[in-house]
């Protein structure tokens, strides 16, 4: 191993062009998500870097004494203990900027989808319903005229607002501190706008403060034409007050490409004709994937070569190897 640059654990499924890229520089072992007793000690003790998709298991962070980075597969690293990454030293990483457009992209896709159920308007082509039964029939709302309100304008967030300026819509957005020189009207309370608006698009990363903060109390403020999207993370959501809203006519639709517990979407959302659902492919093209595995293999390169990573996320430090 002496030409390789260290030893790299890829834990669990991940984008195959990683661990292809990583093969040409480090040595790479694969394993399961979850750590199984069968790995060799003396492996083990080489892994300085990790690269991952998914979940972290906090089992492994005991299991490899000399790990000194994670680089996560995704803009979003609710899978990593960065609290605990951090206590011991180890930096983390993630791969903004490179998905914000694919994503702001989908929520845009996700919107129109939701409130003009195209895609039960394809499948009723497609079943032969146009021929035999007609017109598909005309769908009770619309994005003209909308009031959005964002929640969350970071990177992806004002691709989002940007995206939606050419449809006429008004834009708000809730962040806790105003952001400087955008012409969108800024709440400092997500309750406040969601009383305003009557659609909400939800680009919040899964964090303890963000945890199921889509209450019953916020759908029942966005209101009976209340549209709810969301493209963060499912944590954010408690879906069973957002069942609960759709049921009861509290609001009047959702469009979701993020679960509580993915890949587990609740039964009761596949019922609803009024909900459009994807399987969290908001990045998922060959080039956006392609650019977060080369970010991914980057970050691991460089603090391999020269004690640097490309993207650190705010909560690890940065350790000059
Ligand atoms: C996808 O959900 C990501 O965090 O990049």
């Not at 209101?223 to 609001?251: H, W």
Request: aromatic fraction near 6%; charge should be negative; hydrophobic fraction near 45%.
């Amino acid at each position: 191993m002496s030409e390789k640059l260290g030893t790299v654990l890829v834990p669990g499924r991940i984008n195959p062009r990683v661990p292809e890229q990583l093969a040409q520089v480090f040595e790479v072992v694969t394993a399961s998500q979850a750590p199984s007793a069968d790995i060799d000690p003396a492996v083990l003790a080489r892994i300085r870097g990790v690269a991952l998709s998914g979940k972290f298991a906090n089992e492994w962070f005991d299991l490899l004494p000399n790990l000194q980075v994670i680089a996560n597969f995704g803009v979003g690293y609710d899978g990593v203990d960065t609290a605990k990454a951090a206590e011991r030293g180890i930096v983390v990483t993630n791969t903004p900027d490179v998905l914000n457009d694919e994503v702001a992209d989908t929520a845009i896709a996700l919107l129109l989808n939701t409130v003009r159920r195209l895609p039960q308007a394809e499948t009723w082509l497609r079943e032969g319903r146009w021929k035999s039964e007609g017109p598909f029939p005309l769908v009770p709302l619309s994005l003209k005229g909308r009031h959005v309100g964002i929640v969350g304008l970071g990177r992806i967030g004002r691709e989002i607002a940007s995206r939606l300026e050419p449809f006429k819509v008004r834009i708000g957005y809730h962040t806790r501190t105003p952001r400087e020189g955008l012409p969108y009207t800024h709440y400092a309370s997500l309750k406040a706008m969601a009383e305003e608006v009557d659609t909400l698009i939800s680009v919040l990363p899964g964090t303890a403060e963000t945890h199921r903060i889509f209450n019953a109390e916020i759908f029942s403020a966005l209101g009976p034409e209340g549209v709810f999207i969301n493209v963060g993370r499912g944590t954010s959501v408690d879906e069973d007050a957002l069942i609960a809203a759709l049921r009861s006519g509290t609001i009047a639709g959702a469009g979701l490409d993020v679960f509580y517990d993915e890949p587990n979407a609740p039964a009761e959302l596949l019922e609803f004709p009024n909900v459009s659902l994807l399987p969290h492919v908001a990045s998922a093209s060959v080039p956006t994937r392609n650019a977060m595995a080369d970010l991914v293999v980057n970050n691991l390169i460089g603090w391999f070569r020269e004690g640097q990573v490309l993207t650190p996320v705010p909560e690890t430090p940065v350790r000059r190897g």
